[in-house]
């Protein structure tokens, strides 16, 4: 590297800004592929990130919601299967517990500084196809709850005693620092911010209010939100026909 020519009298290279940005409003899509009995669900809510010192509530507040959708999803309303939580408490818990047969809920954030600011929470599971319509809508319905009532005391303390053990593991981890450092420099954070002292200040000050106020703020499903759906192949038969697929369609919004 050090022998290949510079001309640093060129400015650097900068991106383009091409104005491609998430969809407004509810978007649904079905397609077929495979053979199995199975059908795989994500739901993606992601628009403009208003404020950078949101980042950490929206984590907090996707933990929680991880754990109602896996309590909700598998046990009572059965279908989902294996949760994948990242790390995500309500939605796994619903999805889990209530409706049952659900495999693998996922529930994440991510988030992106260029071209503009903006946040993702997704949400994404396998279940049994005739299952897709009631556990999407179980989903809605853990996000309505903590956007109205906010969480539980019981289930902030999880998520807090978690971040707490995260903390006291992943200090003593060169990967935090190396992430964390890469993450400043992407996003001109403060550095303090890494320090055990400063997170767990953070830890300490979350509150009920501060998350039910954030799942108000950015998981609004119905301003933007895009809902894809895999179906068995098997099923597609029927949706050659237009009346059952309009149906199908319907059924998911």
């Not at 991106?15 to 509810?26: C, E, H, S, V």
């Not at 796994?92 to 946040?119: C, I, M, Q, W």
């Not at 953070?202 to 209010?209: D, G, H």
Request: with cysteine.
């Amino acid at each position: 590297m050090a022998s290949l020519p510079s001309d640093k009298s060129k400015p650097a290279e900068q991106g383009k800004d091409l104005g491609i940005r998430a969809p407004k409003g509810k978007i649904v899509e079905s397609f077929n592929k495979g053979k199995d009995p199975k059908s795989q669900v994500m739901i993606a809510i992601t628009d403009e990130l208003k404020n950078d010192e949101d980042v950490y509530l929206i984590r907090s507040a996707t933990e929680l919601l991880g754990i109602k959708i896996t309590e909700n999803l598998r046990e009572d309303k059965a279908g989902v299967y294996s949760p994948r939580v990242s790390p995500s408490i309500k939605i796994t818990e619903n999805l889990r517990e209530d409706k049952a047969g659900v495999y693998s809920p996922r529930v994440s954030p991510s988030f992106k500084k260029e071209p503009n600011k903006t946040y993702s929470m997704t949400v994404s599971f396998t279940c049994a196809p005739e299952n897709v319509k009631k556990l999407v809508d179980a989903v809605y319905e853990e996000i309505d709850k903590l956007a109205k009532k906010g969480p539980s005391k019981e289930d902030l303390d999880k998520v807090k005693e978690g971040q707490r053990r995260d903390i006291e593991k992943n200090s003593k981890e060169n990967f935090y620092w190396s992430a964390g450092l890469r993450r400043i420099y992407y996003d001109g954070s403060k550095p303090e911010g890494l320090l055990e002292a400063k997170v767990r200040e953070r830890i300490e000050k979350l509150s009920a209010k501060d998350i039910q106020k954030t799942s108000k703020k950015y998981f609004d499903y119905k301003k933007t939100s895009i809902v894809v759906s895999m179906m068995p192949e098997k099923i597609e038969e029927k949706a050659t026909d237009k009346k059952h697929q309009a149906k199908m369609m319907e059924v998911l919004r």
